[in-house]
Nanobody, 120 residues
Framework: QVDFVESGGGLVQAGGSLRLSCAPS????????VGWFRQAPGKERDFVVS????????YYADSVKGRFTISRDNAKNTVYLQMNSVKPEDSAVYYC?????????????WGQGTQVTVSS
């Protein structure tokens, strides 16, 4: 298992964009599939998007298809989440995690996350 550090969150207006980053705190990604998840106040943590170790395959939740894009740069040991056309309902703490099973099942091992707040 790999623990991650997420960054790039902040306050953005609806319709705007943000790019989140995720990097392992101590080790390298290797060939591990990674997913982004989010948790809004009072709600369960939900799957957002995932990417295979090579970056060749991705899988998106319906709620973010066409707006969010996941990518990874294994040379930089970083996974990105480009968030475009954000909506107030995208407000949440965003986490990345290594997947235990493709495409949506994470290991239950979480970092601090990064807060995204979308104002209307």
């Amino acid at each position: 298992q790999v623990d991650f550090v997420e960054s790039g969150g902040g306050l953005v207006q609806a319709g705007g964009s943000l790019r989140l980053s995720c990097a392992p705190s101590r080790r390298t990604f290797g060939s591990k599939s990674v997913g982004w998840f989010r948790q809004a106040p009072g709600k369960e943590r939900d799957f957002v998007v995932s990417i295979t170790g090579s970056g060749g395959s991705t899988y998106y939740a319906d709620s973010v298809k066409g707006r969010f894009t996941i990518s990874r740069d294994n040379a930089k040991n970083t996974v990105y989440l480009q968030m475009n056309s954000v909506k107030p309902e995208d407000s949440a703490v965003y986490y990345c995690a290594q997947l235990s099973r493709w495409p949506t099942m994470p290991y239950d091992y979480w970092g601090q996350g990064t807060q995204v707040t979308v104002s209307s």
